[in-house]
């Protein structure tokens, strides 16, 4: 039976070519180093990025597992954004990491930078950086803050979504760079990751990169990657998404933490799927930003409601529109507009026992998780829908 048109939160652009491209690839004999389709995918990535070296890896926590070994040493610390995705949790936990933790500013969910300061002052080896919903951190900023304290940065773009910063691209300011094309991330390969080690980087960490490529053994099929895909091209749409959504085992929506594993190679039907989205990404970025834009235009007038401004010279990405609620409105599923992430890191069970004592409140962070709504911008939300996201937020009583 099928269920009431309800929008995605995100869309990932996938179609029947590519679900039959990646199974061919996935159902080819695996022929050796030398022509595997994931040199492509290196080869793209280092032109887009202007990175050095790339290991493909089968996820993005994975990748922030890797660059977490490689810049922080033995039971050192790193600091981490105080709200965000509990994978970041998990990889800290598997790299064997200390964690301090740092404040959002909620207006433009770019990093505290005051909080920031303080965070290094208490020690830290690195910092992982990230761009929430597309949005861009003020990454300039943020590398003289880690580099004034000696601490490496980490730029955590799985969430980056084409955006760009003074015309540079987001993932291209490392120097230790994680990508994710996990569902919702914009290109997706079903699952699947990427770390980077851009120009800038020192020869030394360059060679770490290419080193923990080579030692990754040889990628899966993508059998399951080939599945993922497959279900997000039948339900990804209005139409069939509320279906998914009443499945109560695919846990669409929901923030869960799960163990991070030791990281894998990216599969070659994941590699087969990420190499036909890289070129669409500029393409994507630019109508979910008229959509934001026109939204945004509307919301301007609507007490109570903000949309989340986006730091001087930047272009959001715009995996999501992020608007800060002053009323109590309650989500509205039907039309994509959802919560996120639904309490700051610090309030995680699993990372108690890893994270220094009497790290202080992060205030922005508790604020995001009690009023942020993410508003969807993807290809299928037109002007009926835009119109009913306008009367949601003006009424406060959908959903």
Known sequence: MIGPRRQPPVVSHVTPSTVLAAARVAARRYSGRVDRGDEVVRSALSTRYDARAVALTDSGTSALVIALRLAVPPRGT????????????????????????????????SPDLE??????????????????????????????????????VIEDAAQHAG???????????????????????????????????????????????????????????GWGEVAIVTAQWAFGRPAGYGLAASIPGLHLGETIYHPAGEPGPLSRAAAAL????????????LARASVAESLTAQLGRVPSFHVVQPIPGSAPGYLRLAALDEAGRRPAPLLGVVRSYPRPLGEEPELAPIVHRNEPDATGARDICRKLFTLPVHEYVGPDDQRAIIEWACSGAMG
């Open 78 to 109: 790193v600091a981490l954004p105080a709200y965000g995705c509990v994978d970041l949790i998990a990889a800290a936990v598997r790299a064997r990491v200390w964690v301090r933790l740092y404040d959002i500013d909620p207006v433009t969910l």
């Open 115 to 152: 909080s920031v300061r303080r965070a290094l002052a208490r020690g830290a080896d690195a910092i992982v950086v990230a761009h929430f919903y597309g949005y861009p951190a003020d990454m300039p900023a943020l590398r003289a803050l880690a580099d004034a304290a000696g601490a490496r």
């Open 163 to 221: 955006g760009r910063l003074g015309g540079t691209r987001l993932g291209a300011f490392g120097p230790l760079t994680v990508l994710s094309f996990g569902r919702g991330k914009g290109t997706t390969g079903g699952r699947g990751g990427a770390l980077l080690a851009t120009a800038d980087a020192g020869a030394a960490m360059i060679g770490a990169v290419e080193a923990r490529g080579r030692a990754m053994p040889a990628p899966a099929a």
């Open 274 to 285: 990420v190499r036909r989205g890289l070129p669409h990404t500029d393409a994507e970025r």
